[in-house]
C-alpha cells in the first residue's frame, strides 16, 4: 500500500492536502494527508508542492508513427496520407517497429498518459512493447479491404483480436477498422457482429476529410455516420475519431447511439485546418474522449497540450465553447467510459491509474490544482501509476530499467530501416 500526495485534482475540481491511497491496483481511499500516518502505508511520494491527477487517457494514438515526425506539414489528409504516409508505411520491419512503438509509448506514459488506444499494423509487437513498459493499452491492428495494403489484411485483424482477448491484465484488443471509405460495407458489418458477441470496441476514423464524405456518399448514398448505423456499428462500444465532417443530422444520430467521439484537436487543425464541432457534440451528450493521435504530423505525445488545443480550438469551429472542466474530462472520464474502464476519477474503488506532478514552478501560480489545463506540460510529470504498480518514476521507466534519456539515445542513435 502507498500514497501520492499533493493537491488532489480531477475534472469534478481541486483539493489541497489530500493523498490518494493504492492497495492493489485499485484506490483505497482519498482522504487528507494528516489521516495516512494511522494507515501504515509503505511510502508516500509527493507532498507539498505536487498535485495528483488520474492518469491521462490517450483514446487515439498511432504510437509506432513517431519514425515520421514532422514528415507532409500542412498536407490535407488524403495527400499526407497516399503520398507521404503510406508508402513508407509498406516498408515496416517488425522489428523496427517495436523500437518506435517504444519510443512513442515512453514519450506518452514521460506525459502522463497512462492509457493509450492504438490502431496501427503489427498490433503484435506494440502490444509486446506496452506489456514491457507497463503502459494500459487498448491496441487494434488496422484493417482496410478497399485499398491495397498487404499490412491491413483483416484476417489478421481477427487473428491478432482472438490472440489477446481477455488473455492480459494491461492489453486489451479492439477491432479497428481504418475509416468508412476504406473498409468496405460487408467488413463493418463482420466487425459489428464480432464486436457485439464479445462486447469490444471498435475503434475507427470517421468523417476525418471531405474526400472520405464525398466517397461514402457517391459508394452508399449516405452520409458516413448513416453507414455505420446501417452496418451495426454505431453503439456504445464504438470509439470514432475526428468526426470533422459531420452534418447536423448525423451529430444528433451520434449522440443517441452512445458512441464515443475521439477530439484530436492539434492533428486535425494541422491536417485540416478545423476540427469537430465539440462544443454541439458535447451539448447533445456525446461521450467525447481526447487523442494525440499520431507524433506525425501533431509533433507530440502529450495529453496536457492536447487539453489545451481542445480548449483553444473549441472557439474556432463552435459557437459553443469548452471550459477546461471538460477538456480535463475528456481526457480522463470521457477515454474511460468509452474504453469500458472504471478510471479517470479520484475515487475509492477506481482503478489506480495516476500521475503526480511537481507544481513548484511559476507556471502553476497563483493556486496550485486550479488551472492544470492551461499550465501543466507533461515535462511536470514525475511519477506515473498504472494498475497500481509505479512503472515511471523521477525520469526512470522501472520496468525496463532504463532512464528517459537511455531511450532517447538509443532512438537517437537507432538508423531508419535498421533491424534489432
Ligand atoms: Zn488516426
Not at 117 to 130: L, M
Not at 262 to 270: A, D, F, I
Request: proline residues 4%.
Amino acid at each position: 500500500m502507498f500514497a501520492l500526495a499533493g493537491t488532489v485534482v480531477d475534472s469534478r475540481g481541486a483539493i489541497q492536502d489530500h493523498a490518494v491511497v493504492v492497495d492493489g491496483n485499485v484506490i483505497s481511499a482519498v482522504l487528507p494527508v494528516g489521516e495516512l500516518e494511522s494507515l501504515g502505508v509503505d511510502e508516500v511520494y509527493g507532498g507539498k508542492g505536487y498535485l495528483v491527477m488520474p492518469g491521462l487517457i490517450n483514446a487515439h494514438t498511432h504510437v509506432a508513427m513517431a519514425k515520421f515526425r514532422g514528415l507532409g506539414e500542412n498536407l490535407p489528409t488524403e495527400q499526407w496520407l497516399e503520398e507521404i504516409i503510406w508508402p513508407m508505411e509498406r516498408e515496416w520491419k517488425p522489428k523496427e517497429i517495436r523500437r518506435w512503438a517504444l519510443l512513442g509509448m515512453a514519450e506518452a506514459l514521460a506525459n502522463g498518459s497512462t492509457t493509450i488506444n492504438d490502431h496501427y499494423f503489427f498490433a503484435e509487437e506494440i502490444a509486446e512493447v506496452a506489456r514491457k513498459l507497463g503502459i494500459r493499452a487498448f491496441i487494434g491492428q488496422t484493417v482496410m479491404d478497399e485499398v491495397d495494403f498487404p499490412l491491413a489484411r483483416p484476417e489478421e485483424g481477427f487473428r491478432f483480436f482472438k490472440r489477446w482477448w481477455r488473455k492480459d491484465e494491461l492489453v486489451t484488443p479492439t477491432l479497428a477498422p481504418h475509416a468508412t471509405n476504406t473498409v468496405s460495407y460487408e467488413l463493418m458489418v463482420e466487425l459489428g457482429e464480432a464486436a457485439r458477441d464479445c462486447g469490444a470496441r471498435v475503434h475507427m476514423h470517421v468523417s476525418q476529410s471531405q474526400t472520405e464524405v464525398k466517397e461514402v456518399k457517391k459508394r452508399y448514398g449516405v452520409l458516413p455516420i448513416e453507414l455505420l448505423q446501417r452496418a451495426g456499428l454505431l453503439n456504445s462500444l464504438f470509439i470514432g475519431v475526428h468526426g470533422i465532417y459531420m452534418s447536423g443530422k448525423e451529430k444528433e444520430l451520434y449522440a443517441r447511439s452512445g458512441a464515443t467521439l475521439v477530439h484530436c484537436p492539434t492533428s486535425n487543425l494541422m491536417l485540416e485546418g478545423r476540427t469537430a464541432d465539440v462544443g454541439s457534440l458535447h451539448t447533445l451528450g456525446v461521450n467525447l474522449a481526447l487523442g494525440n493521435d499520431s507524433p506525425n504530423p501533431t509533433g507530440i505525445l502529450d495529453m496536457f497540450a492536447e487539453m489545451r488545443a481542445a480548449l483553444l480550438a473549441s472557439g474556432m469551429t463552435s459557437n459553443k465553447r469548452i471550459h477546461s472542466r471538460e477538456a480535463l474530462n475528456m481526457a480522463t472520464i470521457g477515454g474511460a467510459r468509452a474504453l469500458g474502464m472504471e478510471a479517470g476519477v479520484l475515487r475509492e474503488g477506481a482503478l489506480a491509474d495516476l500521475v503526480l506532478l511537481k507544481a513548484d514552478k511559476p507556471w502553476f501560480l497563483p493556486e496550485e490544482g486550479a488551472n492544470v489545463v492551461g499550465s501543466a506540460r507533461g515535462s511536470d510529470v514525475s511519477v506515473v501509476v498504472v494498475n497500481g504498480e509505479v512503472v515511471y518514476r523521477d525520469g526512470l521507466f522501472t520496468r525496463l530499467g532504463k532512464t528517459l534519456d537511455e531511450i532517447w539515445a538509443e532512438g537517437k542513435s537507432f538508423k531508419t530501416g535498421q533491424e534489432i
